[in-house]
């Protein structure tokens, strides 16, 4: 299984862009990398995945380090409601599919 | 139904009593997960569904946990003998199968007293 580093929490001003790094120096080559994020009160949901190359959504843009031991979700401009626990999550190389969620970085946005 | 469906969203109960939590999958979606979190705390994987093979319950936490789905929709999870510690939001979700992209429900919020 897969494991991932990522900081407790981050705090970013509104309008501002925010890195989130994510260390999986563990996953396997054919690993996936999902990011979510999970809302006050709410259940998660998914944000973006990749597996070597950038990528990038309405939501978000995923750098994915050429080694693959590490990624970086991106935000271009937090807005308040982009404060929520983001969690970085490659699946179990076992399974095939994600098991358990770490703690995330609780991210902070203020006006 | 749009997505997928968790019901109670509550449930307060006392210690001892068995509790069945339901969650209706988005429609079509084969495979279905089963996580707990507790306050504070990331997910914690329960068990996985995939279309009519044997489930993953690995992460079952003990056997008073138990699961099942039927028709290969809606799932059951059932918690017998509660204990304060079972005190957590237990979320559901779902995907297409293939390992893709989780769609989760809101969750159902426990409280044993």
Redesign the interface.
Known sequence: DAKTTQPNSMESNEEEPVHLPCNHSTISGTDYIHWYRQLPSQGPEYVIHGLTSNVNNRMASLAIAEDRKSSTLILHRATLRDAAVYYCIPPDSNSGYALNFGKGTSLLVTP | GAG?SQSPSNKVTEKGKDVELRCDPISGHT?L?W?RQSL??????LI?FQGNSAP?KS?LPSDRFSAERTGGSVSTLTIQRTQQEDSAVY?C?SDSGG?G???????SRLTVL
């Open positions: 997928v495979a997960y996580y504070g705390q990331g997910l914690e994987f996985y993953d992460g979320l979700a390992g992209e989780l769609f989760f429900g809101e969750g």
